[in-house]
T-cell receptor, first 114, second 114 residues
């Protein structure tokens, strides 16, 4: 069966520090991968999605970047965190050619920038 | 283009009462529709989905939803609320063809009163 792992679960970082959040998927090949952010009272915001290795699309211009160095690995990064980067970050995957499958989410990372 | 509107950011029901969470969608092509549930500090979990066929869809934990094309609605119901149903619920719409992007609603927080 397919599983998605996301870490760390919680993170407290000072303003101006770098960020790296990692997400890996097991049990499937060629998944579509997504990074979402939930800020308080703002619902789910799609940040990045990827349909293949090295293929990243950004939905919202911001202080963050994403990379997909391997088929089932998706990394969210920042060189210098801002206070506004605080939030709950969720990784998700979906099968490449099965649009009615829906998304499967990781357990999330709570990021607090202080 | 596609969009989802969830009516009511907060809904309160008494334990044992009917749960009704409203969702209306907009889609230029036949949609795929999803309901997800999110417990505090966790990722989203798929409750149920409509793709094709039967318009009444049954999901986990006793929830069901009915796809009504004429009303562009996909409301989520449960006959009798349980304390464990307290969570945030997200409606989402997707479509076939090309890159499978799912659009999420802003969520409805369900409070169950004992």
């Amino acid at each position: 069966s397919q599983t998605i792992h996301q870490w760390p679960a919680t993170l407290v970082q000072p303003v101006g520090s770098p960020l790296s959040l990692e997400c890996t998927v097991e049990g499937t090949s060629n998944p579509n991968l997504y990074w979402y952010r939930q800020a308080a009272g703002r619902g789910l915001q799609l940040l990045f999605y990827s349909v293949g290795i090295g293929q990243i699309s950004s939905e919202v211009p911001q202080n963050l970047s994403a990379s997909r160095p391997q088929d089932r690995q998706f990394i969210l990064s920042s060189k210098k965190l801002l206070l506004s980067d605080s939030g709950f970050y969720l990784c998700a995957w979906s099968p490449r050619d099965t649009p009615n499958y829906g998304y499967t989410f990781g357990s999330g990372t709570r990021l607090t920038v202080v | 283009a596609q969009s989802v509107t969830q009516l009511g950011s907060h809904v309160s029901v008494s334990e044992g009462a009917l749960v009704l969470l409203r969702c209306n969608y907009s889609s230029s092509v036949p949609p795929y529709l999803f309901w997800y549930v999110q417990y505090p500090n966790q990722g989203l979990q798929l409750l149920l989905k409509y793709t094709t066929g039967a318009t009444l869809v049954k999901g986990i934990n006793g929830f069901e939803a009915e796809f009504k094309k004429s009303e562009t609605s996909f409301h989520l119901t449960k006959p009798s609320a349980h304390m464990s149903d307290a969570a945030e619920y997200f409606c989402a719409v997707g479509r076939s063809g090309g890159y499978q992007k799912v659009t999420f609603g802003t969520g409805t927080k369900l409070q169950v009163i004992p």
